[in-house]
């Protein structure tokens, strides 16, 4: 995500619905036995345009949600929705998981299988198609999704870049 158009955003000012994608639970054997601790990985977002993601671990699963939350909160990204859908077809990549977006007509709904879902959701993508391939490692996809969501560009951007008009954006 070290790219030029990412928005970072502040957490104070917006009310967030929170996501649990995974949990896991890890074992530590030690002399006096195992030792159980758990993993969460959480997203977040307002459902109008802003979200992130966390990793959360502790020796109980509530608290390891509620650091997951914490840590979504620090690194948040905003992403342009257009008529409830994405601008343009994208494709995210991170470490072995690769994930594919392309716009889709009202009332498509989302298509998008498990960790996709819940990031897609929490944006507040209404319609959408999406592939998840590669690694299904739910750490992997929320990554590489957040990835493609951060490369997304509205076309008042692109007009902008660009040096021209908003309709030569859509006429080519």
Known sequence: MT??????????????????????????????????????????????????????????VSAAIQKGID????????????????????????????????????????IAGGAMRAVLESVGIKDVLAKSKGSSNPHSVVKATINALAQMRDPYTVAQVRGIGLDKVFNG
């Open 71 to 110: 840590d979504a909160k620090k690194n948040l990204i905003k992403v342009p929705v257009l008529k409830g859908t994405i601008p343009h077809a994208q494709e995210g990549r991170y470490s072995g998981s690769l994930v594919f977006m392309k716009p889709a007509a009202p009332g498509t709904g989302v």
């Open 3 to 60: 790219n030029a158009n990412v928005k970072k955003i502040k957490s104070t000012e917006i009310e967030f619905k929170d996501r649990l994608v995974a949990v896991n639970r890890v074992t530590k054997v030690t002399k006096g036995g195992r030792t159980f601790s758990f993993s969460a990985i959480v997203v977040i977002g307002n459902e109008n345009g802003v979200v992130g993601y966390g990793l959360g671990k502790a020796k109980e």
